[in-house]
């Protein structure tokens, strides 16, 4: 019989195993909470609480380039032509190359 383990030893080992349980739970519980704020990001309607942040997607929409084909904010646009011929460009490089080619047919 060689039971002699001193009882402070194993009363040491169980808060070990406490605190670790408790490290993997803490841990496991941020991992579900970052999983749900990053699935509530995404959708469009996101339950009340957070104003919307003003992103560079508010109040403009996106028109295309037809020079390089990249699409920028209206706003931030260059406008060439209006109504329905209008046709917009990310930079007045861009705007130039167009009407340039244009201009020669
Ligand atoms: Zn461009």
């Known amino acids: 019989m060689a039971a002699d383990s001193s009882p402070n030893v194993s009363a040491f ?20 909470g970052g999983l749900m704020r990053g699935l509530s990001g ?7 609480g957070k104003r919307q942040a003003p992103g560079p997607r508010v109040g403009g ?12 904010p209206e706003a931030n ?3 060439v032509g209006s109504g329905d011929n209008a046709v917009y460009f990310c ?3 861009c705007r ?4 340039a080619a ?3 047919g």
């Open 13 to 32: 080992v169980w808060i070990l195993r406490i605190l670790a349980v408790l490290l993997i739970v803490r841990l496991i519980f941020r991992f579900l």
């Open 42 to 48: 995404e959708s469009p309607s996101a339950p009340g």
């Open 61 to 72: 929409r996106l028109v295309r380039d037809p020079q390089c084909g990249t699409h920028v």
């Open 77 to 79: 646009a260059i406008r």
């Open 91 to 93: 930079s007045t490089t």
């Open 96 to 99: 130039d190359q167009w009407s």
């Open 102 to 104: 244009r201009r020669a």
